[in-house]
């Protein structure tokens, strides 16, 4: 698809997380994988706080057929948005590459942030237009935060979820969580602001850990609340223990709810990827989760807020339960674009993809780990196969991958390939 205006899309992650969590050392190992957010239009152009290979880029327009221009500015802090607007060199290019697009960019992010919409204000002072139809404008940022913690999501959506207590203080916490667990050898602790598994503690019928140590480790403890709930046991249901649905409000505040997926989470809930196939969760959950993520959608858009969202859930089998929200850009969104682009629409009733990460007990290089799974990739008169989910990762003993199988037998059968390919030549950890 072509476009008549500058597409623009900043991984902008750790600038939200910064502000909450600043001891999190968010990682940019999976920045190149954004490649594949904007794939539904081209040229464009993707910035991210770390330089993306030639080798990995070309991989990505060669597999989706378009074009992308990447760049990385010079300052590296925090905040990508203000290294963009520092970067003289970079925001001039910019600038000169809009007016070759009726003087407009249509600019989309990560996540909604003060400083986006700073950088939205030079560019306009620049004369160019801006465009934002995936993010949240100045006056309803505050939905951002307040939705996308979880002490603020409780206060508002408290009856779909595990019942629980936000603390106000580590001693308020220290206390709900013994008498939870005095009822049910079992409670989970969390900071109003995680990543990725960071900042949650799950301890179920094992000896509860020093809440004092526990609280005082982590400055993220200390400053925000603290959310204490009962521990939803998930081991008995076997399908879809942790189904995630994405959510997306138009700028004219309607809900779409794109996909659906099962996610695949440890034991200490770090989450890992995801398996996406219309039959990944059963009618009865899918009704039920399009039911009660449209009326958290409806609440966030009424509230203002504009752009991605998601509803993580527990199923134990017999209930579901909303776990948490996240108000922007979410683990599978890049991996739905990509199938989407490659397959269509119906992939959701074709294929059954299975994204995820697994730990490797050594760095790899690109060109090494293509050669190796060379009979697995992806083939596009097929559709099915492996596709590298990021370069980065390689060169830090990780490896992010999407199998497209034409069910979920022949995905695992892809799987198994894979695994005996690599374990030929490395030792993959496995996961925790």
């Known amino acids: 698809m072509s476009t008549s205006s500058l597409s623009l899309y900043i991984f902008n992650s750790i600038e939200d997380e910064w502000r909450f969590n600043s001891s999190i050392q968010s990682s940019y190992l999976l920045s190149d994988s954004y490649l594949y957010m904007n794939i539904d239009v081209s040229p464009?152009?993707?910035?991210?706080?770390?330089?993306?290979s030639?080798?990995?880029?070309?991989?990505?327009?060669?597999?989706?057929?378009?074009?992308?221009s990447t760049y990385s500015p010079i300052h590296k802090t925090?905040?990508?948005?203000?290294?963009?607007?520092?970067?003289?060199?970079?925001?001039?290019?910019?600038?000169?590459?809009?007016?070759?697009?009726?003087?407009?960019?249509v600019m989309k992010a990560y996540v909604s942030t003060p400083e986006l919409l700073m950088l939205k204000d030079t560019f306009i002072k620049k004369g160019v237009k801006v465009l934002l139809p995936e993010n949240t404008e100045t006056e309803h940022l505050w939905t951002v935060d307040f939705f996308g913690s979880k002490a603020g999501f409780r206060s508002v959506f408290a009856r779909f979820m595990p019942k629980g207590s936000i603390c106000y203080s580590a001693q308020e916490a220290a206390k709900k969580a013994q008498e939870l667990y005095q009822k049910?050898?079992?409670?989970?602790i969390k900071t109003n602001r995680g990543n990725?598994?960071?900042?949650?503690?799950?301890?179920?019928?094992?000896k509860m850990p020093d809440l004092r140590t526990l609280f005082s480790s982590r400055s993220y403890w200390s400053k925000n609340p603290i959310v204490v709930e009962e521990f939803i046991d998930t081991t008995r249901e076997k399908h879809s223990p942790f189904p995630s649905i994405e959510g997306f409000i138009?700028?004219?505040?309607?809900?779409?709810?794109?996909?659906?997926?099962?996610?695949?989470?440890?034991?200490?809930?770090?989450?890992?990827?995801?398996?996406?196939?219309?039959?990944?969760?059963?009618?009865?959950?899918?009704?039920?989760?399009?039911?009660?993520?449209?009326?958290?959608?409806?609440?966030?858009a009424k509230a203002g807020y504009r752009g991605r969202f998601d509803v993580?859930?527990?199923?134990?089998?017999?209930?579901?339960?909303?776990?948490?929200?996240?108000?922007?850009?979410?683990?599978?969104?890049?991996?739905?674009?990509?199938?989407?682009?490659?397959?269509g629409p119906i992939f959701f009733t074709s294929r059954y993809i299975l994204s995820n990460y697994?730990?490797?007990?050594?760095?790899?290089?690109?060109?090494?780990?293509?050669?190796?799974?060379?009979?697995?990739?992806?083939?596009?008169?097929?559709?099915?196969?492996?596709i590298l989910g990021s370069e980065n990762t390689l060169h830090h003993k990780g490896l992010s991958f999407i199998l497209v199988g034409k069910n979920k037998k022949h995905t695992l059968v892809l799987a198994k390939k894979m695994n005996a390919v690599l374990k030929s030549i490395l030792t993959i950890k496995k996961n925790k």
């Open 44 to 52: 464009s152009v993707l910035i991210t706080p770390i330089p993306i």
């Open 54 to 68: 030639s080798q990995f880029k070309k991989y990505v327009e060669s597999l989706a057929e378009v074009s992308i």
């Open 78 to 105: 925090h905040s990508i948005c203000k290294n963009i607007m520092f970067d003289k060199k970079l925001l001039n290019l910019l600038v000169n590459e809009a007016k070759k697009w009726n003087n407009t960019i």
């Open 184 to 188: 049910k050898k079992a409670v989970v």
């Open 196 to 206: 990725s598994g960071e900042g949650i503690v799950i301890v179920n019928h094992q």
């Open 250 to 300: 138009t700028p004219l505040g309607k809900v779409k709810l794109p996909y659906y997926c099962n996610m695949i989470v440890t034991k200490e809930g770090e989450f890992y990827g995801i398996e996406m196939h219309r039959k990944v969760v059963s009618e009865n959950v899918r009704r039920e989760m399009n039911k009660i993520t449209h009326y958290i959608g409806k609440t966030y």
């Open 312 to 343: 993580d859930y527990l199923y134990d089998g017999k209930k579901l339960y909303a776990n948490e929200s996240n108000t922007r850009t979410n683990g599978g969104t890049d991996t739905y674009f990509i199938i989407r682009k490659l397959i």
């Open 358 to 386: 697994i730990e490797l007990n050594k760095k790899i290089s690109f060109n090494a780990l293509i050669e190796m799974v060379s009979p697995l990739l992806y083939d596009k008169k097929t559709k099915v196969g492996f």
